[in-house]
């Protein structure tokens, strides 16, 4: 379990930007809470420090990584050479005290590094031992991506450290094994440790790919020329290592009569948590956040409150940050607390306005919904639908400055006035771009200063 006592440890602050004010009778409460964790040992670069505990004590960190080896990988032959590659760049960037594993994934899984059931410990020898073992990874087999996982975390389970957390990278569908293992997997490694998953080339399919890393709390991405492999691992390992606070959760508590409608995290990417709630005392549940460095986030909450009259004003909801402790319990971060008001009034300019903040990741979230819709309809055949979304997504995509996810859009529809949606779908569209745009579609961009 993590010692939060260590200086550090990034300091956590929750600001909340909402428009308290409601008309008579008024009842639903909207709330962007921003959660900001800074001055840890992570400023300025992600590896910035490189020892975190003093010698004697337990290392900060239990990284596995988790190859494909399936057949699929020798197809290019370049594919699993890159694929070692990149492992090998992604070794080089782990902090020295760091325990880790290397799995070779196929319809069964195997140890690459360092066997036996256990874990290494990262230093000069154990990163050499590792590369020369990687070398003789092949490619041969299934898939079956929940043994995988569940490896990982039985290895990640065995070290005594503050932050556990998986890289996945796969190039093929889950075929050797039902959807049914895979969510079993999930559900069983969820909260125990976080994971970004990669897929690489085309022949995988996103939502799989996104389910793990949304049911884990990690990233997901494609890489789909092989050769990017090694840079995008190098990145994931050096934010993985500047996490230094792991199992955070936002706690919300709320009056009687009070009800949860949603709870959201809509930057930097949308990710949906109300049915992640663990109930932590009356009126009070806990929603997962996973592991920290020095970063922001923001999160939607959006609450029902008791109808009331003019004049009449409530704490609609209290929220807070906490952390777990080695007995069970959890401990409140110091100064990580806000309040969500709810006021009643017979101004209507004050009553109808929305909090920019509020507007603009409602549309964050409601882009996001719009391509998933339009490549679903798209893939079924039903174009007109699908151009009905995805020009609704151009609009919101333009109106909201998400100038990313605009260049992803232009790659599937070509683009006849952005500002009102008009779309025409292309007659061909790559694979990989359509791709991209569907892993991507959840990436927000923040409210514009």
């Known amino acids: 379990m993590a010692n939060f006592s260590k200086s550090n440890v990034p300091q956590f602050s929750v600001d909340v930007y909402q428009n308290e004010y409601l008309p008579e009778g008024g009842r639903e409460v909207n709330a962007i809470v921003t959660?900001?964790?800074?001055?840890?040992?992570?400023?300025?670069?992600?590896?910035?420090?490189?020892?975190?505990?003093?010698?004697?004590?337990?290392?900060?960190?239990?990284?596995?990584?988790?190859?494909?080896?399936?057949?699929?990988?020798?197809?290019?032959?370049?594919?699993?050479?890159?694929?070692?590659?990149?492992?090998?760049?992604?070794?080089?960037?782990?902090?020295?005290?760091?325990?880790?594993?290397?799995?070779?994934?196929?319809?069964?899984?195997?140890?690459?590094?360092?066997?036996?059931?256990?874990?290494?410990?990262?230093?000069?020898?154990?990163?050499?031992?590792?590369?020369q073992a990687l070398r003789k990874l092949s490619a041969g087999g299934g898939t079956a991506i929940g043994t995988w996982l569940r490896l990982a975390d039985r290895l990640l389970s065995s070290a005594d450290v503050a932050i556990r957390h998986g890289i996945l990278l796969t190039d093929g569908r889950n075929e050797h094994e039902s959807a049914e293992d895979l969510k079993a997997a999930l559900d069983a490694c969820a909260g125990r440790f976080t994971c970004d998953a990669r897929g690489v080339g085309t022949d995988w399919v996103v939502k799989e790919v996104t389910g793990i890393a949304s049911a884990l709390?990690?990233?997901?991405?494609?890489?789909?020329?092989p050769a990017g492999l090694a840079a995008d691992f190098?990145?994931?390992?050096?934010?993985?290592?500047?996490?230094?606070?792991?199992?955070?959760?936002?706690?919300?508590?709320?009056?009687?009569?009070?009800?949860?409608?949603?709870?959201?995290?809509?930057?930097?990417?949308?990710?949906?948590?109300?049915?992640?709630?663990?109930?932590?005392?009356?009126?009070?549940?806990?929603?997962?956040?996973?592991?920290?460095?020095?970063?922001?986030?923001?999160?939607?909450?959006?609450?029902?409150?008791?109808?009331?009259?003019?004049?009449?004003?409530?704490?609609?909801?209290?929220?807070?940050?906490?952390?777990?402790?080695?007995?069970?319990?959890?401990?409140?971060l110091e100064g990580a607390q806000a309040l969500?008001?709810?006021?009643?009034?017979?101004?209507?300019?004050?009553?109808?306005?929305?909090?920019?903040?509020?507007?603009?990741?409602?549309?964050?979230?409601?882009?996001?919904?719009?391509?998933?819709?339009?490549?679903d309809l798209r893939k079924s055949g039903d174009f007109d639908g699908a151009t009905a979304k995805l020009g609704r997504a151009v609009q919101l995509a333009s109106a909201s400055g998400n100038a990313d996810t605009a260049k992803l859009l232009a790659k599937v529809v070509d683009v006849v006035d952005a500002a009102t949606g008009t779309v025409r779908l292309k007659a061909k569209v790559a694979e990989a771009d359509e791709m991209t745009l569907e892993t991507r579609s959840t990436k927000t961009v923040r409210v514009k200063k």
């Not at 050479?81 to 594993?101: E, K, M, P």
């Not at 709390?217 to 020329?225: P, S």
């Not at 109930?279 to 986030?297: A, F, I, L, Q, V």
């Open 35 to 131: 959660v900001t964790a800074t001055g840890g040992g992570t400023i300025g670069s992600a590896v910035a420090s490189p020892h975190l505990y003093s010698p004697g004590e337990s290392p900060s960190a239990a990284v596995a990584i988790m190859v494909d080896c399936s057949g699929s990988m020798d197809y290019p032959p370049t594919k699993m050479r890159n694929a070692r590659d990149a492992t090998a760049a992604a070794v080089d960037t782990l902090r020295d005290g760091v325990h880790f594993a290397l799995i070779g994934g196929t319809h069964v899984t195997k140890e690459v590094y360092p066997g036996g059931g256990r874990l290494a410990v990262a230093d000069a020898t154990t990163r050499d031992q590792a590369k």
């Open 234 to 332: 190098t990145r994931m390992m050096e934010k993985a290592m500047g996490k230094e606070v792991a199992d955070v959760a936002l706690r919300l508590w709320t009056p009687v009569g009070t009800t949860v409608k949603f709870v959201k995290q809509v930057a930097p990417t949308v990710e949906q948590l109300t049915d992640r709630r663990t109930e932590s005392g009356p009126r009070s549940g806990d929603y997962p956040t996973g592991s920290w460095g020095d970063e922001s986030r923001d999160y939607h909450v959006c609450v029902e409150v008791p109808a009331a009259s003019v004049g009449q004003e409530m704490l609609a909801a209290r929220v807070s940050l906490v952390v777990p402790q080695p007995d069970g319990s959890t401990r409140p």
């Open 340 to 375: 969500v008001r709810a006021v009643w009034t017979d101004d209507m300019v004050a009553s109808t306005s929305i909090n920019p903040q509020v507007a603009h990741y409602t549309g964050q979230a409601e882009l996001a919904q719009a391509i998933q819709q339009g490549l």
């Open 217 to 225: 709390l990690g990233t997901a991405d494609i890489v789909a020329d």
